[in-house]
């Protein structure tokens, strides 16, 4: 037993299953055949650290960067170009490897070349790392690995991640302006709150008389500041904490994620981005030669909204049913009925993919058209919100100033 070694597993069980678990072997072949017999078809085989708890020597480790989209992007692009030109599989994982800068992601790629060498599909080896990958690239992966299309399946990942990138980045640059003038707005308030109000409230007790409503309200809140600052960061940081945990749960997405598509103005903005998210993926899983039903239930579960998660789930029960896709969107309010015309036209012409994909376009040129015009019609009315807060607070302060001489006297 000395000469053994601990190693850490992930593989598949008879009913198609992730597992994950340690065993000891003297060798890494002998760990496989250990899982086989066992009836789990292994994914990867590391060596797990040694000790654990204060067996453990303390280390100070940086935390690995996430993996973003852009980074994925990147993978999936350069990936489907080196299998185009004839490389093969590991040569180009070796490659990847090498090159990619995100630390994190070069690392899940080293563990992926060594259960590809091991004989693992790149489907499976993709799939053992739920939080790096998702599930569209796994199930295209995995489509292209079973029609010998590999290269245009890495193709299809890469142009999806970078349209999303690109609706992403839309939506951002919507939302940058409003936030930054928000957080400026508020932080003049509190400034003008915390230490230019109470000069002026000095000055108005040594004059005496009864200062205006507007006056005793601002001074009364300079007053609360004291506690109110401290207060407003501590439930922040809270709801903050908080919302980093639970924003995944069921049950607060079925609240939140209606509420997001009734917010005015950025609702409507919203549906028009579910729209084309869906019609994108669902383009791109159905051109893989990924099944309809299947392709129903990954684009659902990465659409990033509870409404239209829901609203394919249902659309996937009637599709499994003998329903047509296009007659139970109808049924759903998510899908505007252009949406579901076009959709009933590409089921009836056989050009589905075609059609999924014009309305993408149509739906993601809306969004960037919508996003400009929000952009320049916020500015005025952020500009005139910030005029409104802080000129009102200062002309609070000043008005007991135009009665001066009733308070000296």
């Not at 009836?39 to 020597?57: F, H, L, M, Q, Y």
């Not at 004989?119 to 295209?140: C, E, T």
Request: aromatic fraction near 6%; hydrophobic fraction near 50%.
């Amino acid at each position: 037993m000395a000469s053994e070694t601990e190693y850490s597993f992930t593989g598949r069980n008879a009913r198609d299953r992730i597992v994950r678990g340690h065993l000891r072997a003297g060798s890494r072949g002998v760990a496989l055949s250990v899982l086989r017999s066992r009836g789990v078809s292994p994914i990867s085989i590391t060596v797990r650290a040694e000790g654990k708890g204060w067996n453990r020597d303390l280390k100070f480790v940086s935390r690995a960067p996430s993996v973003k989209l852009g980074d994925l992007a990147i993978l999936s692009r350069q990936a489907a170009t080196m299998t185009t030109a004839g490389l093969s599989l590991l040569r180009t994982l070796n490659i990847l490897a090498e090159q990619t800068p995100n630390v994190r992601l070069a690392r899940t790629v080293v563990i992926i070349r060594g259960s590809v060498e091991s004989g693992i599909s790149l489907s499976d080896a993709l799939a053992a790392h739920p939080d790096v990958f998702p599930p569209m690239m796994i199930n295209l992966v995995r489509a292209g690995e079973t029609g010998g299309f590999l290269d245009d399946a890495l193709t299809s990942c890469a142009d999806n991640f970078e349209s999303e990138m690109k609706l992403r980045d839309t939506i951002k640059s919507a939302l940058a302006y409003p936030v930054v003038v928000l957080a400026m707005a508020a932080v003049a308030v509190v400034g003008m709150l915390v230490f230019v109000v109470p000069v002026f409230e000095g000055m108005f007790a040594d004059l005496g008389g009864t200062l205006p409503l507007p006056t005793q309200v601002l001074v009364t809140l300079s007053r609360m500041m004291v506690w109110l600052v401290p207060l407003l960061v501590v439930v922040g940081a809270a709801s903050a904490a908080w919302w980093r945990r639970n924003k995944r749960l069921e049950s607060v997405r079925q609240v939140i994620d209606p509420l997001k598509l009734t917010v005015p103005i950025f609702g409507p903005l919203l549906a028009k981005l579910a729209v084309a998210r869906f019609t994108r993926n669902l383009a791109t899983m159905i051109g893989a030669g990924v099944p309809i039903v299947l392709s129903l239930r990954i684009v659902g579960g990465i659409s990033n909204n509870w409404v239209v998660e829901s609203a394919l789930r249902r659309t996937e029960d009637a599709v499994s049913s003998g329903k047509s896709l296009a007659g139970q969107l109808q049924t759903e309010a998510i899908f505007p009925s252009m949406v579901t015309q076009m959709i009933a036209v590409g089921e009836e012409s056989g050009e589905l993919q075609t059609m999924l994909g014009k309305i993408a376009d149509f739906y993601e040129q809306e969004v960037q058209t919508t996003s400009a015009q929000l952009a320049s019609l916020i500015e005025p009315l952020m500009i005139a919100f910030i005029g409104v807060v802080i000129g009102g607070m200062i002309v609070a302060l000043y008005l007991p100033l135009f009665s001066i001489f009733d308070f000296v006297q």
